[in-house]
């Protein structure tokens, strides 16, 4: 097997493994929806399994192309230097790559979005709390606010 098929085959890792983190991505934008925060926090620990092994074939990728003498280049670039032979495989490859890359992006800018908004609604509610603890001190000077002392409330004179 030549080094070229070698990198054709990280490649094909590397685009299986992207796929597999898009599907999880989607789990997650449907986890957010669903406002299970429990099942977030384990999603998120899935997610540094794939940023892991994204990150060691990606340095598998660079050895076999400073191997291949095309270190520093892009796999565009490294289309344009293979023999015909090879150019369509890579093509299709980086193409898949592409729109599996494309796609994962979009889904992560939804959940993105999606976690401003609940983050945003969840503070608004914070606000309206502290709002809430702010007038009930201006009812109760005293900052009792578990019970209420007739005898200190001047509403009625003592004399009646």
Do not use: P, W
């Not at 983190?21 to 977030?40: M, T």
């Amino acid at each position: 097997m030549s080094k070229l098929d070698n990198l054709y085959d990280v490649l094909k890792e590397q685009l299986d493994l992207y796929k597999e983190f898009l599907d999880v991505e989607q789990e997650k934008y449907n986890i957010i929806l669903a406002d299970d925060i429990k099942r977030l926090d384990e999603i998120v620990t899935e997610e540094q399994v794939f940023f892991l092994k994204s990150r060691g074939l990606d340095q598998k990728r660079e050895r076999l192309l400073k191997e291949l003498e095309f270190g520093g280049k892009t796999l565009k670039e490294v289309i344009e230097l293979v023999d015909e032979s090879n150019k369509d495989r890579f093509r299709k490859m980086h193409n898949e790559i592409f729109n599996v890359l494309q796609n994962f992006k979009e889904k992560n800018n939804q959940c993105q979005d999606l976690v401003q908004i609940r983050l945003y609604r969840a503070q608004t509610m914070i606000n309206k709390l502290d709002e809430s603890a702010v007038n009930r001190n201006l009812y109760f000077k005293d900052k009792n606010t578990d019970e209420i002392d007739v005898n200190k409330m001047k509403f009625m004179s003592k004399k009646i």
